[in-house]
């Protein structure tokens, strides 16, 4: 099994940045992919971005150019670097870790974080 942790939260202007952090509890050489997703009031939950072990990204369109993705093995920690927050972007964002095991996925989530555009 595999905790994750999420910070970085919080409230930001239009326009401005904020980082997003989740930490696992065990080594991350092991999770497959790596993402974060997103949920806002009476929306489903979508997925923002991934990053897999080879180093492969993708992005939801909607955030392409303004969000990265990136991982740092040696603390077990993976970011979201969210920049020129937009008005739509306001959600709980949250870490996912995808595991493929013996051709099974297993997926495990953080307790979600806000984030709040506001100016």
């Known amino acids: 099994q595999v905790q994750l942790v999420e910070s970085g939260g919080g409230l930001v202007q239009p326009g401005g940045s904020l980082r997003l952090s989740c930490a696992a509890s065990?080594?991350?050489?092991?999770?497959?992919?790596m993402g974060w997703y997103r949920q806002a009031p009476g929306k489903q939950r979508e997925s923002v971005a991934l990053i897999a072990t080879d180093g492969s990204t993708s992005y939801v369109d909607s955030v392409k150019g303004r969000f990265t993705i990136s991982r740092e093995n040696a603390k077990n920690t993976w970011y979201l670097q969210m920049n020129s927050l937009k008005p739509e972007d306001p959600a709980v964002y949250y870490c996912?870790?995808?595991?493929?095991?013996?051709?099974?996925?297993?997926?495990?989530w953080g307790q979600g974080t806000q984030v709040t555009v506001s100016s």
């Open positions: 065990r080594s991350i050489d092991s999770i497959n992919v």
């Open positions: 996912n870790a995808g595991i493929l095991l013996l051709g099974r996925w297993t997926n495990y």
